[in-house]
């Protein structure tokens, strides 16, 4: 168990609906990170958080947005879903945001775009 | 990051030592050296990580090559419980930049 908890585990919606993917981080960790992962695409990176603030961004779509609360829980909403957003997202979290430190996964949330 | 190559699938028996290489020739002084795996679908798991030194946690071993070229991750005995993908990566930023991976398969 890495301590990262995300719900749902399982999200089944119709293209053109909007979701949100929610991440509670280990406790004590102040950095979140979001990844998708699909069979194509293999394990991206999309955007961190850092204590509130956003830290880095990868390839993220601009219809995908994130924040990061004051309780550090983070969320991140899919809009326009279209059929290939279908995949795995991940979120990760650790102590603090540099690369010295790993990085700890949750089990992700597998999202299916009917 | 520095791109890194690994054998696309590797076989190991249980109980035996498994050793997993990979490549980073084109690694910068900054960047770290570090190996996740990936469980059938779920999610990413930190194993270690290295810049110069050999490492050893309870998990498995990294070592480095003087020239920080190419590494090893040493899984000492190997059960079914580790056949999973592992991702070796150099990392220079706040991101991971995860490539195919080795899949690992540890058979009885």
């Known amino acids: 168990d890495s301590g990262v908890t995300q719900t749902p585990k399982h999200l089944i919606t119709a293209t053109g609906q909007r979701v949100t993917l929610r991440c509670s981080p280990r406790s004590g960790d102040l950095s979140v990170y979001w990844y998708q992962q699909s069979l194509d695409q293999g394990l991206q990176f999309l955007i961190q958080y850092y204590n509130g603030e956003e830290r880095a961004k990868g390839n993220i779509l601009e219809r995908f947005s994130a924040q990061q609360f004051p309780d550090l829980h983070s969320e991140l909403n899919l809009s326009s879903l279209e059929l290939g957003d279908s995949a795995l997202y991940f979120c990760?979290?650790?102590?603090?945001?540099?690369?010295?430190?790993?990085?700890?996964f949750g089990d992700g949330t597998r999202l299916s775009i009917l | 990051d520095a791109k890194t190559t690994q054998p696309p699938s590797m076989d190991c028996a249980e109980g035996r030592a498994a050793n997993l290489p990979c490549n980073h020739s084109?690694?910068?002084?900054?960047?770290?050296v570090y190996w996740y795996r990936q469980i059938h679908s779920q999610g990413p798991q930190y194993i270690i990580h290295g810049l110069k030194n050999n490492e050893t946690n309870e998990m498995a071993s990294l070592i480095i090559t003087e020239d920080r070229k190419s590494s090893t991750l040493i899984l000492p005995h190997a059960t079914l419980r580790d056949t999973a993908v592992y991702y070796c990566i150099a990392r220079s930023n706040y991101k991971l930049t995860f490539g195919k991976g080795t899949l690992l398969t540890v058979n009885p």
């Open positions: 084109t690694i910068s002084g900054n960047e770290y």
């Open positions: 990760a979290s650790s102590l603090e945001g540099s690369w010295d430190q790993p990085q700890h």
